[in-house]
């Protein structure tokens, strides 16, 4: 069996939604046997689990020379374990520097993640065209306080359509101020946050918050359950004045489940001959490569047709094995098998809109799969214009691997690749820089000092797409430097988002099964 490449969903906070491949070890093999190794503990419960995880990664870890040089301490509960693990291979002269996100000089967290579900839970995850929860993306506000001190607020930053938070009517903007009847402080923040995050069913009371009358309202009671988890967020064509069109989609995820809905999307752009197109990531944290193909086949079309998007690149003890190659319009699947949906990369090429260059909105939150569409595209001569905040720098991924073990099923997924375009450029783990600087406004101030949230397609109030849209009427890049919002034309006002809680989604890369022959 062969795999494929992907850049499946992981959690800040939280853990990873994903298509694995198998563990390939037997229960047999996975107990270990106390004393094998000198100085090992084995009086954990999670023993066995912790021998699986260190015996993949001593073969399969990007940097598994230095995991071979580590003493595994078997007395550890599993995410205890794996923490140990990274942290003593980071200690050998920060060797995984790539495995992590970093803020001020310190790694934030490890991509490198391991997540348990009870087995009851695992086949419902495996339908990967449904998600579980509320469907909302969130920001922490601090604007019910002062510097930042409690109460705080919720603002949502998005919401999945179709999900149980857009049935309830909740919308981008909106601030939730109470969850289950109490004020969300300092002493509840962070399990408020876990309640109106949850991946399971559970009924959520949550408040809604005026700021104009800085009054509380009505209470939206919102039960977690299985959703659609459609991407494709947000479509529209915009007409400039010179008779141009520009596309506008707003992008959630990479999911390959969805991939027809995004051809679709860039169907609609094609009818309509746009000439430009905006490509709104900020939310979007990864996902599988071979969507990120799709959606490079859809820019830019058969000119680019067979030409690399992008390639891996693993371990030294893994040489022999044949790099991942992902090539625009090329199905990477069996055509003749049934679980081919990756014959969506060359279905792509009949609704792709053939540009030469791309404005993409982006954030720190902008990250794996998302960052391959900008080095894969600049790859192959494709100009990406970034507009926003650096992006995440999420340059590598990994093959989850799954394991049964009493009533439990663990998805571990250790960094295992690097991932390069064409020119075999993947030296972006510090994020790509915008070439125009913006704020990601969510709610606005009116002249009468009226608070507003800011719908997608907004381009009177989003900062990030009227300098977008600016750049594409003028010819020319916005000029922001030593301006204020206000005089921007955009009286935004700015969140603060709390570093140790996950405002959104932020992904990992992957490898997926690939379907029998």
Request: with cysteine; aromatic share 10%; proline share 3%.
């Amino acid at each position: 069996m062969k795999r494929l490449l992907s850049f499946g969903r992981l959690y800040v906070a939280v853990a990873l939604l994903a298509a694995t491949v198998g563990a390939g070890c037997s229960k047999k093999d996975d107990v270990g046997k106390p004393g094998t190794n000198s100085g090992v503990k084995e009086k954990h419960e999670d023993a066995p689990i912790d021998r699986w995880m260190f015996d993949y990664m001593k073969t399969h870890y990007l940097w598994n020379d230095a995991v071979k040089q580590v003493t595994p301490d078997y007395s550890l509960g599993y995410e205890k374990f794996l923490d140990d693990v990274l942290m003593k291979v980071a200690k050998q002269n920060d060797v995984n520097h790539d495995d992590g996100h970093w803020e001020g000089g310190k790694r934030s967290y490890f991509y490198s993640n391991v997540a348990r579900y009870k087995t009851t839970k695992a086949e419902t995850r495996g339908t990967r065209e449904q998600a579980e929860g509320l469907g909302i993306e969130m920001m922490l506000y601090t604007a019910l306080g002062q510097s930042g001190k409690a109460p705080y607020a919720f603002l949502i930053a998005a919401v999945t359509p179709g999900s149980p938070a857009g049935r309830a009517g909740l919308k981008r903007g909106d601030l939730i101020s109470r969850v289950n009847g109490a004020v969300i402080n300092d002493a509840n923040l962070n399990s408020s946050w876990q309640k109106m995050m949850a991946t399971e069913s559970g009924t959520v009371r949550m408040t809604r918050y005026d700021p104009n009358t800085q009054k509380d309202g009505a209470e939206i009671s919102v039960t977690a359950s299985s959703y659609a988890d459609n991407p494709v967020w947000f479509r529209k064509t915009f007409d400039l004045d010179d008779g141009r069109k520009v596309g506008y989609i707003c992008y959630g995820s990479f999911n390959y489940h969805f991939d027809d809905k995004l051809i679709d999307a860039f169907r609609v752009f094609k009818n309509e001959r746009i000439s430009e197109l905006v490509v709104d990531l900020r939310y979007n944290g990864g996902g599988h490569v071979v969507s990120s193909t799709v959606l490079g086949t859809l820019v830019a079309g058969s000119k680019h047709s067979g030409e690399v998007y992008a390639r891996t690149t693993y371990n030294a003890d893994r040489k022999s094995e044949t790099p991942d190659v992902y090539k625009l319009g090329v199905a990477q699947y069996n055509e003749s098998n049934s679980n081919a949906k990756h014959s969506k990369i060359a279905e792509a090429l009949d609704s792709s809109v053939g540009l030469d260059r791309i404005f993409v909105l982006c954030t720190g939150n902008t990250a794996s799969a998302s960052e391959l569409l900008v080095n894969g595209l600049r790859g192959l001569g494709v100009e990406v214009n970034l507009i926003g905040l650096t992006t995440n720098g999420k340059n590598v991924g990994m093959e989850p691997q799954k394991k049964v073990f009493g009533d439990y099923e663990y998805d571990f997924s250790p960094i295992t690749f690097y991932i390069a375009n064409s020119k075999g450029e993947s030296n972006y783990g510090n994020g790509f820089q915008p070439d125009v600087e913006a704020r990601d406004y969510t709610i606005y101030q009116d002249k009468d000092n009226n608070i507003h949230g800011i719908e997608w397609g907004d381009v009177l109030h989003d900062e990030m797409l009227a300098n977008a849209l600016l750049w594409i009427g003028t010819g020319s890049k916005p000029d922001l430097s030593g301006q204020t919002a206000s005089t921007r034309g955009i009286e935004g006002l700015q969140p603060r988002v709390l570093r140790t809680v996950a405002p959104v989604r932020v992904q990992n890369m992957v490898l997926l099964p690939e379907p029998q022959e």
